[in-house]
């Protein structure tokens, strides 16, 4: 009797930890992709908003928007010639984005992939899965990026552009903007360019859904953790190397 009595106990222990770990845990439904645009232009001098970027253009010391995601469901109700196009990347083919004036031009400065027809090709792929219409998913997306490049992330990549940036810095730093925990909820990509590891991006988890004003802060702490990915890599300066 003694020994089920302590088997019962052993599995309760357990279930209460599975549970604690889940309300400190949350799931991720969506990721916040920003990109650092001078790493991504490295090698890509073709594409018009590399051309024509420059050390004083906003995007050389700033994150760039690249998408927002749902997981795990992309060309939601898209037809299949819109479908194979974008597949065949011939973005700038694909049906315009239509949004007001100021957000249009709020977009143009924080996504340059858009020279490129990259806003055209997130919708069609993402954003038609975001129970939004265009100008409440890219709304949505440049305030995200906006309040991302405000806050201390935003600084510690700005003060290293040309130096490197460590997983324990990136993390402390998304502490300090977005509450303990955040920096547990996002992962840096890097890529190797002549001997050098550059940051390309960070992606990061959401929980929830898109709807609603929540900020990052509370968006982040409803989503599950990840693994933290490259360790360290150099922010990238503008122009190639």
């Not at 973005?91 to 315009?96: Q, S």
């Not at 700005?158 to 324990?168: F, M, N, P, S």
């Not at 933290?228 to 890599?233: D, I, N, R």
């Given at each position: 009797m003694r020994i089920?009595?302590?088997?019962?106990?052993?599995?309760?222990?357990?279930?209460?930890?599975c549970l604690s770990s889940l309300?400190?845990?949350?799931?991720t439904t969506f990721i916040l992709a920003a990109s650092w645009q001078p790493a991504f232009c490295e090698g890509r001098n073709t594409l018009p908003e590399c051309r024509s970027q420059t050390a004083d253009r906003d995007d050389a010391s700033r994150f760039s928007l690249h998408g927002l995601w749902r997981m795990r469901q992309s060309y939601c109700g898209v037809a299949e010639a819109d479908k194979a196009r974008d597949k065949q990347r011939g973005?700038?083919?694909?049906?315009?984005v239509a949004?007001?004036?100021?957000?249009a031009g709020r977009l143009a400065g924080l996504m340059p992939g858009a020279q490129s027809g990259l806003d055209r090709h997130e919708w069609?792929?993402?954003?038609?899965?975001?129970?939004l219409d265009q100008s409440g998913y890219f709304g949505l997306s440049v305030?995200?990026?906006?309040?991302?490049?405000?806050?201390?992330?935003?600084?510690?990549?700005?003060?290293?552009?040309?130096?490197?940036?460590?997983?324990?810095?990136?993390?402390?730093?998304?502490?300090?903007?977005?509450?303990?925990?955040a920096g547990e909820r996002v992962r840096m990509s890097c890529r190797e360019d002549g001997?050098?590891?550059?940051?390309?991006e960070l992606t990061i988890g959401l929980g929830g859904e898109l709807k609603g004003d929540a900020g990052l802060a509370e968006r982040i702490a409803a989503a599950g953790s990840t693994k933290?990915?490259?360790?360290?890599?150099e922010v990238d300066a503008a122009g190639f190397q």
């Open positions: 089920v009595w302590l088997a019962l106990c052993g599995i309760a222990f357990l279930c209460l930890s309300a400190r845990d949350g799931r973005w700038l083919a694909l049906p315009p949004l007001p004036e100021a957000l069609l792929k993402h954003g038609t899965c975001s129970n305030s995200l990026m906006e309040e991302l490049n405000a806050s201390a992330v935003g600084q510690l990549f700005r003060d290293r552009i040309g130096k490197l940036v460590r997983e324990a810095e990136v993390k402390a730093a998304f502490a300090q903007a977005f509450g303990a925990g001997g050098r590891r550059l940051v390309v933290f990915g490259c360790p360290e890599g």
